[in-house]
């Protein structure tokens, strides 16, 4: 579905299998965030074709985090031209704890390029801004999209929820803290790894007060 004119949200709303919602925008660059699972990837494939395009198309894909459901589909990009980015300290992380992480996945040798870091993202005429957000997982990353009012948050927070932090590298600590960095955002497009989007600036500040409020005391 499209949230903004060129903002494409292709959500996983079946319930039988775990995977991540992706995003597309269509602008001067083609920017994919989170292509989800490999052998899940059949419906990204099938909305880019209506919009008459393919992975082939895209110039970069950006992953939030490295957790399979998030990262493993960039197997459709590693031999296209398209960029592929992390966050250097998810993939640092990645290679202290699951050397052979890339091989499970399908994706041997994988180095991505560019590893991100907090700060201003330029692709093409757009500036994004890369926040680090640890808790979820050490190196995950949320992405702002100053100019529209948008939020990408990968496994961060959710529409009434937040990521778990039970996995390795997971902390309640960091992730409360993250959230609370998000919350001071100006945003009017909240756009998350799992379930369904938020809009409205309004709906936006009570889903962060009420994460706060309902879930914090179990981080």
């Known amino acids: 579905m499209e949230i903004l004119k060129d903002l494409h949200a292709v959500l996983w709303l079946n319930p ?3 995977n991540c919602n992706t995003y597309f925008i269509n602008r001067k660059k083609r920017i994919l965030i989170d292509p989800g699972h490999d052998h899940l990837f059949t419906h990204v494939r099938d909305y880019l074709q209506t919009l008459n395009l393919s992975p082939q198309d895209m110039d970069i894909v950006i992953v939030t985090h490295g957790h399979p459901d ?9 031999h296209n031209a398209s960029l592929i980015a992390l966050h250097g300290e998810e993939m640092e992380f990645i290679r202290k704890t699951a050397p052979h992480y890339s091989e499970i996945l399908g994706i041997p040798d994988f180095e991505p390029n560019p590893l991100l870091q907090e700060g201003d993202l330029e692709i093409g005429n757009l500036t994004f801004r890369v926040i680090h957000t640890p808790g979820h997982s050490p190196g995950s990353i949320c992405l702002y999209w100053p100019e ?4 990408f948050t990968g496994d961060v927070v959710f ?3 937040v990521g778990r932090t039970d996995l390795p590298g997971g902390s309640g600590e960091e992730l409360k803290e993250s959230i609370r960095r998000l919350a ?3 945003v009017e497009h909240l756009l998350p790894g799992h379930g ?14 009420e994460i706060e409020r309902v879930w914090f005391a179990y981080l």
């Open 159 to 161: 529409n009434q929820g």
């Open 70 to 78: 998030h990262m493993e589909g960039i197997r459709h990009f590693i």
């Open 196 to 209: 369904g989007t938020l809009s409205g600036a309004d709906l936006i500040k009570t889903n962060f007060s």
């Open 16 to 18: 039988s299998a775990n």
């Open 184 to 186: 001071r955002l100006d």
């Open 148 to 151: 529209e009012k948008v939020l």
